[in-house]
C-alpha cells in the first residue's frame, strides 16, 4: 500500500489486514495508475470541457460546467464545513447532476463517499451512520425527513434535485471558483459503498482511488468498448456500484454522457432512449422483461448495448430481447466487494444462458468442497483481480476471502471453454428484480410486529423477479391468520425497512422447521 493524503484515518485504521485481503492482480498495462492520483479529477477535469457530460429532463451540464460546480462544492466542504481528507460524507437523492457533482466534490475535497438509496429507512440509515462514523451530509430536500429521523450527523447540507433552488445551490453562488484537488494516493479510500449479507447487517465495502478508474479500464473498456459519443442510462442508484459504473464512472472515463432519470422504471427507460437518445443501456433482466411489452410504437434506433446485470440473465429473455430489438444483452455478474463486473461477454463471444468467461484483468474459477480450484465443473465461484473485498471492520472477510481469492456466494458451473453458468445462491441471499435482500432483515422487520411471534424468509421463485421474498409466519396468539393480517404485515414491513425488501408472500403456519439446538432450517421451507 502507498502512503495517504488523509488525514482522519479511521476507514484506513479500519481495513482488514494485508493477510485476510484478497489477492490484486493488475495484468493489464492500462490498471498501473500513478502513485498520486485522484478518481474525481480523471473522471471530469480530463476531459473536453465544451462536451456534454451530464443530460436529464432538468436540464443539460458540460464538463466544463461540472467540473467548476463540483470544485465549489469541494472548496464549500474544505473551507465552510471543515471536511478533512478522510472524512465520510453521506450522499442521499435520486440520479442526477447535483448529487452527481457532490460525489465529484467529496472525492476533490479528499473525502470518502458513502451514497445510500432514498428508499432506505431511519433505521437503515442510522446503522450506516453509525458504523462509517459518519460526519458530514448532502441530502437532496425530498429525502432529508427520514435522514433527520435517523438522528443526523454534524453538518447537513440540502438541494433540491436538479431545479437550482436549493440551500445548498444558494450558497455555491457566493463560492469562490477553482479548488485544487486534494492529491490523494491511488490507494487512498475513496468511497464505502454498503451491502447487505445474509446476516442482514450492512457490510461496508471500502474501494481507493484506484478501484474506480479499475473497473472502467477493465470491464468497461474491454467489454463494451465504450466512446465519447455514447449516452448512458441505468435504472440503478448510484448507491449500487452497477450504476454508480454503468451511469456515472464509465460514461466520464470515456468522455460520454450520462443520461439520469430519477424513478428509472421500466417505463421512464423506454421514455429516456427516445427522448434522449440512450445508446448504453443497463438494467436488471426483470426490466428488459417488462420493457418487451412497451416497445410498439417506442422509438429504440438510438440503442446499441445492453448491459444486464444484479440477477442472473434467463436465455428466454436474452433471445426475446434480441428478436425485438435486434440487440444481444451483455450479460454481466460483479458484486458490491468487487467494485463492478468481472465475468461477462459480448458480441459473438456471448452465449445465452451463460454469465460470460472472466474479464480482461480478472482470472475466475470454482472452488471445491475443500476450496481447491477446478478448471471445469462445479463450485462456488472465485474470483482475482484488480479489485477486491476489504470489509469495513467486519469479522465476515474471512468467510469472502478464501486463499486470496474473492468467493461471491455464488454456484456456478465452469465449462471447458472458460464459460461461467450460474445455478444458484450458496448462502441465504435472496436476489429479485437485481436487488439482494438478506432473509434475516426482513425477519427482524416482521419479529418487530407484536402479531409476530415467529417467522422464516426464504427466496422463492418468481417468474417476474427471478426470486420473490417468501415468508412463513407463526402469530401470536388471538390474531387472525387472514388476507388482512397479510396486508397489515406487508405494510408494516415496509415502512420499516426500504419497501423492495417486503415479502410478496406470507405463508401462516403453526410451526417452524428447527433443529435440536433451536436453529432455523430453511432447506425444509424451500423444499416445500
Not at 242 to 260: C, K, Y
Not at 326 to 338: A, F, L, N, S
Amino acid at each position: 500500500m502507498t502512503g495517504t493524503a488523509h488525514v482522519d484515518t479511521f476507514v484506513r485504521d479500519r481495513l482488514p489486514s494485508a493477510g485476510q485481503q484478497p489477492e490484486f492482480l493488475f495484468t493489464l498495462p492500462e490498471l498501473h495508475y500513478p502513485d498520486r492520483l485522484n478518481a474525481a479529477v480523471e473522471l471530469i477535469d480530463r476531459q473536453d470541457s465544451t462536451a456534454l457530460a451530464l443530460l436529464n429532463d432538468a436540464g443539460r451540464w458540460t464538463y466544463g460546467e461540472m467540473a467548476d460546480l463540483s470544485d465549489r462544492i469541494a472548496r464549500l466542504l474544505v473551507e465552510e464545513e471543515g471536511l478533512v481528507p478522510g472524512g465520510r460524507v453521506l450522499l442521499r437523492g435520486p440520479n442526477g447532476a447535483m448529487l452527481f457533482a457532490c460525489w465529484l466534490g467529496v472525492l476533490k475535497a479528499g473525502g470518502v463517499v458513502v451514497a445510500t438509496m432514498p428508499l432506505l429507512r431511519p433505521g437503515e440509515i442510522a446503522t450506516i451512520l453509525d458504523r462509517a462514523r459518519i460526519s458530514h451530509a448532502i441530502v437532496d430536500s425530498r429525502t432529508v425527513a427520514d435522514f433527520e429521523a435517523a438522528g443526523g450527523v454534524g453538518s447537513l447540507l440540502t438541494y433540491d434535485g436538479d431545479t437550482g433552488t436549493g440551500a445548498l445551490e444558494r450558497r455555491l453562488k457566493h463560492v469562490a471558483p477553482g479548488f485544487a484537488a486534494c492529491d490523494t494516493f491511488r490507494d487512498d479510500v475513496a468511497l464505502i459503498a454498503f451491502t447487505s449479507g445474509t446476516t442482514g447487517n450492512p457490510k461496508g465495502c471500502i474501494h481507493f482511488h484506484r478501484d474506480i478508474l479499475a473497473s472502467a479500464d477493465s470491464f468497461a473498456r474491454h467489454v463494451l468498448k465504450p466512446g465519447p459519443a455514447d449516452r448512458w442510462a441505468c435504472s440503478a442508484p448510484i448507491a449500487f456500484t452497477f450504476g454508480l459504473g454503468m451511469q456515472l464512472i464509465f460514461p466520464w472515463r470515456f468522455g460520454g454522457t450520462a443520461v439520469t432519470i430519477e424513478a428509472p422504471g421500466p417505463g421512464a427507460l423506454v421514455d429516456a432512449i427516445a427522448r434522449h437518445k440512450v445508446t448504453v443501456l443497463a438494467t436488471a433482466p426483470t426490466a428488459y422483461k417488462a420493457m418487451l411489452g412497451m416497445l410498439d410504437g417506442a422509438d429504440m434506433s438510438s440503442l446499441a448495448t445492453c448491459v444486464s446485470a444484479g440477477e442472473h440473465l434467463p436465455a428466454a429473455i436474452w433471445e426475446a430481447w434480441r428478436a425485438a430489438t435486434g440487440i444481444r444483452i451483455v450479460d454481466g455478474i460483479g458484486g458490491t466487494e468487487m467494485m463492478h463486473i468481472f465475468i461477462s461477454a459480448s458480441g459473438d463471444d456471448i452465449r445465452p444462458g451463460s454469465t460470460g468467461k472472466a474479464v480482461s484483468g480478472y482470472v475466475a474459477c470454482v472452488l471445491d468442497e475443500e476450496n481447491k480450484p477446478l478448471e471445469t465443473g462445479t463450485g462456488r465461484l472465485a474470483i482475482k483481480g484488480p479489485t477486491g473485498c476489504r470489509y469495513l471492520d467486519d469479522p465476515r472477510q474471512a468467510a469472502y476471502v478464501v486463499d486470496g481469492w474473492n468467493v461471491t456466494g455464488d454456484t456456478y458451473r465452469a465449462d471447458e471453454d472458460g464459460y461461467f453458468w450460474y445455478l444458484a445462491r450458496s448462502d441465504d441471499m435472496i436476489v429479485s428484480s437485481g436487488y439482494n435482500i438478506a432473509a434475516p432483515e426482513v425477519e427482524n422487520a416482521l419479529l418487530a410486529h407484536p402479531a409476530v411471534q415467529d417467522c422464516a424468509v426464504i427466496g422463492a421463485p418468481c417468474p417476474q423477479r427471478g426470486q420473490k421474498v417468501k415468508a412463513f409466519v407463526v402469530l401470536a396468539p388471538g390474531y387472525a391468520a387472514d388476507a388482512a393480517m397479510v396486508k397489515i404485515l406487508q405494510d408494516h414491513a415496509k415502512a420499516t425497512i426500504a419497501p423492495y425488501k417486503y415479502p410478496r408472500e406470507i405463508v401462516f403456519a403453526d410451526t417452524l422447521p428447527k433443529t435440536a439446538t433451536g436453529k432455523l432450517q430453511r432447506f425444509a421451507l424451500r423444499d416445500l
